[in-house]
Nanobody, 124 residues
């Protein structure tokens, strides 16, 4: 499956952005999906995950209550709604597809397919 992110940009602190990740391939709807991010000088970190049918979601503590992950399997797209953005949310955001178990959803190792990333910059 190929993944293409969009929706990144520059926003002031307290603002909102919605990222989209469009997938190609019939198997999208069978994959759990995740969002990760990488800030300059930092390792890539988990942000959020959603199960294959959208029934279960999981968030990093740092974004819980501010970000919402969702998916539309009819459109082969996963979203990340980001509200109350903070300067520390500045990073390149990646979507990724996990064809395996939901059990290790926060680990990069569970995800076989990755998008190219989209830059999110939050100014103070």
């Amino acid at each position: 499956v190929q993944l293409v992110e969009s929706g990144g940009g520059l926003v002031q602190a307290g603002g909102s952005l919605r990222l989209s990740c469009a997938a190609s391939g019939r198997t999208f709807r069978t994959y759990h999906m995740g969002w990760f991010r990488q800030a300059p000088g930092n390792e890539r970190e988990f942000v959020a995950a959603i199960s294959w049918n959208g029934g279960t979601t999981y968030y990093a503590d740092s974004v819980k209550g501010r970000f919402t992950i969702s998916r539309d399997n009819a459109k082969d797209t996963v979203y990340l709604q980001m509200n109350s953005l903070r300067p520390e949310d500045t990073a390149v955001y990646y979507c990724a597809a996990n064809p395996r178990s939901w059990g290790n959803r926060g680990s990069e190792a569970s995800y076989d397919f990755w998008g190219q990333g989209t830059q999110v910059t939050v100014s103070s």
